[in-house]
């Protein structure tokens, strides 16, 4: 079945390091793709997406590229900040318009 | 506006009584989803609901169940409730179904089953 794989943490970074949270995918056709991020004590919020492959989502510093070849979908940001700190959650649509996530990936991060 | 509402916020039941779970969608917004978080996984789908009819069912228990009333809010009940039950229930709204619109989550309803 569909599923999405993210890579697990927690992850430590300082703060103005680069991060990268890998995702990949499985699923028939051509899935959307997202990341949610929920902060402590707060719902999950809709973070940045792509609809078709090569597209590229970006919020807040935040970029993913839909990448069909490889079916990842990795989340970058060149500079995080202690703020960043949440955790972060890989996800699909897939073609019965389900909402498929992965596990999770704590991001902490040091001043 | 406000966003998605739930209530309660936490909820302690024992093995084998039965929970309701509630939440009002943003205003405007015709489909509500239920999803189970047990800590440290990922949302898994439970129910869609769009115009007051269900629309997705996810890979749970006939012990789970929804409804979606006319002023669209939602009810979650979970009979017999077990201790693997536990978790956070968050509800999601959006303006359409069954094409993907943004889902707005709500905070969520943590259930503990002793």
Request: charged share 20%; glycine share 8%.
């Amino acid at each position: 079945g569909d599923s999405v794989t993210q890579m697990e943490g927690p992850v430590t970074l300082s703060e103005e390091a680069f991060l990268t949270i890998n995702c990949t995918y499985t699923a028939t056709g051509y899935p959307s793709l997202f990341w949610y991020v929920q902060y402590p004590g707060e719902g999950l919020q809709l973070l940045l997406k792509a609809t078709k492959a090569d597209d590229k989502g970006s919020n807040k510093g935040f970029e993913a590229t839909y990448r069909k070849e490889t079916t990842s979908f990795h989340l970058e940001k060149g500079s995080v900040q202690v703020s960043d700190s949440a955790v972060y959650f890989c996800a699909l649509e897939n073609r019965d318009d389900k909402i498929i996530f992965g596990k999770g990936t704590r991001l902490h991060i040091l001043p | 506006d406000a966003g998605v509402t739930q209530s309660p916020t936490h909820l302690i039941k024992t093995r084998g009584q039965h929970v309701t779970l509630r939440c009002s969608p943003i205003s405007g917004h015709k489909s509500v989803s239920w999803y189970q978080q047990v800590l440290g996984q990922g949302p898994q789908f439970i129910f869609q609901y769009y115009e007051k009819e269900e629309r997705g069912r996810g890979n749970f228990p006939d012990r789970f169940s929804a409804r979606q009333f006319p002023n669209y809010s939602s009810e979650l009940n979970v009979n017999a409730l077990l201790l693997g039950d536990s978790a956070l229930y968050l509800c999601a709204s959006s303006a359409k179904s069954p094409s993907y619109n943004e889902q707005f989550f709500g905070p969520g309803t943590r259930l503990t089953v002793l």
